[in-house]
């Protein structure tokens, strides 16, 4: 079945460095790929989308990149502040009536 | 950018009662929209795809009857929980996708049901 993985333990950075996070996915060929911040008790907020025929899209101080070889997209924020401090769930989507999956999320925390 | 706005907010509600959750495109029209499911610290778990004019599309192992979807015009969508029970607790989010415009899936702000 479709999977999608991201890592569930939260991650930790000291305010002004750069953030990655890892999306990796099976037995899925999606058309596109989508990154969504959440809040606490709050809905997703669309952030970026790529495609399978791009390597990397940027975004002001977001950056994704998209191995359709290796299944992964990685999600980097530079110049990360504590506003950034959220949960970034990984989305999967395709044509053709395909659905999008979510990912269980990544919780990052900036530190001042 | 495009706005779906989602009502309530909270709600809490005693076992055996049914509630109604609204969920509107405020600046398109959306033949689709999705209705989610999602408990503390997991992902948004697709429930039903509801479509203008016709009846939904529901996700293996979502009741129908339990989770009623009615999609009556081009911007809004309703989930009623009949007959709600304490495991029906969770935060139910809506997404509609502006299909003129970019595509974008737009979500709600989320309902957190809490039944007693």
């Known amino acids: 079945s479709q999977k999608i993985e991201q890592n569930s333990e939260a991650l930790n950075i000291q305010e002004g460095k750069t953030a990655t996070l890892t999306c990796n996915y099976t037995?899925?060929?999606?058309?596109?790929l989508q990154w969504y911040r959440q809040d606490p008790g709050r809905g997703p907020v669309f952030l970026l989308l790529?495609?399978?025929?791009?390597k990397e899209k940027r975004k002001e101080r977001l950056k994704v990149t998209f191995d359709t070889t290796l299944k992964q997209s990685l999600f980097h924020i530079t110049a990360s502040q504590p506003a950034d401090s959220a949960t970034y769930l990984c989305?999967?989507?395709?044509?053709?009536?395909?659905?999008?999956?979510f990912g269980a999320g990544t919780r990052l925390f900036v530190k001042a | 950018g495009a706005v779906v706005s989602q009502h309530p907010s909270r709600v809490i509600c005693k076992s055996g009662t049914s509630v109604k959750i609204e969920c509107r495109s405020l600046?398109?029209?959306?033949?689709?929209m999705f209705w989610y499911r999602q408990f503390p610290k997991q992902s948004l778990m697709l429930m039903a795809t509801?479509?203008?004019?016709?009846?939904?599309?529901?996700e293996q192992g979502v009741e129908k009857d339990k989770f009623l979807i009615n999609h009556a015009s081009l911007t809004l969508s309703t989930l009623t929980v009949t007959s709600a029970h304490p495991e029906d607790s969770s935060f139910y989010i809506c997404?509609?996708?502006?299909?003129?415009?970019?595509?974008?899936?737009?979500f709600g702000e989320g309902s957190r049901l809490t039944v007693l």
């Open positions: 997404s509609a996708r502006d299909e003129i415009a970019s595509g974008e899936l737009f």
């Open positions: 037995n899925y060929s999606p058309a596109y």
């Open positions: 790529i495609r399978e025929n791009e």
């Open positions: 989305a999967l989507g395709g044509t053709g009536g395909f659905k999008t999956i």
């Open positions: 600046d398109f029209q959306a033949t689709t």
């Open positions: 509801s479509n203008e004019g016709s009846k939904a599309t529901y």
